[in-house]
């Protein structure tokens, strides 16, 4: 798990999405221009996309951006990031800033993901205390088996 890049957190408070992001000029920017987003710190940290390997498990996280919400979608799975672009024309895609492991390994927690279908929104977390919420929640639905992927280090829980 070398190169490691911190992913920060911001939650939108007008709508309660997120969005994560590695580019420190980025969230600069957000942080002078759009009063709505509220720094929550480093979520995880991801392995820089040049980590990305095979032999390693590790996968690039796509971003996407959702022009009839607002808010963003994150993927891990290249397929399902392919069927977005192709279907999906209110998705604008982002590319990707940081790698993820396919599978769990040794310094690394489970990023768990729901779906909102009223408000066309996703959640992502690490908390197990949030996923159980979730789970249990009748307006969020797991999506890729309740994991999308795995990130190392986790040094916030909200």
Same mark, same amino acid.
């Given at each position: ?10 939650? +939108? ?9 590695? /580019? ?7 942080? /002078? ?10 979520? @995880?940290?991801?392995?820089?996309? &040049? ?14 951006? *959702? ?15 392919? @069927?977005?672009?192709?279907?999906? /024309? *209110? ?14 390994? &040794? ?23 949030? +996923? /159980? ?26």
């Amino acid at each position: 798990m070398n190169d490691e890049v911190p992913v920060y957190k911001f939650l +939108r408070t007008d709508t309660y999405s997120q969005f994560y992001t590695t /580019d420190i000029v980025e969230r600069d920017w957000i942080l /002078d221009n759009l009063y709505h987003y509220e720094l929550q710190g480093v979520a @995880f940290y991801g392995a820089a996309t &040049e980590a990305v390997d095979e032999l390693t498990g590790t996968i690039d996280v796509y971003r996407f951006f *959702n022009t009839s919400t607002g808010a963003h979608f994150y993927t891990g799975d290249q397929a399902e990031a392919a @069927f977005v672009q192709a279907n999906l /024309d *209110n998705y604008i895609f982002e590319g990707s800033n940081f790698s993820a492991y396919n599978t769990q390994v &040794e310094g690394t927690v489970p990023l768990y993901r729901f779906y909102n279908s009223q408000l066309d929104t996703h959640f992502y977390t690490t908390s197990t205390e949030e +996923r /159980d919420f979730y789970s249990e929640s009748p307006e969020y639905v797991a999506e890729s088996g309740g994991i999308a992927y795995y990130p190392s280090f986790v040094t916030f829980r909200n």
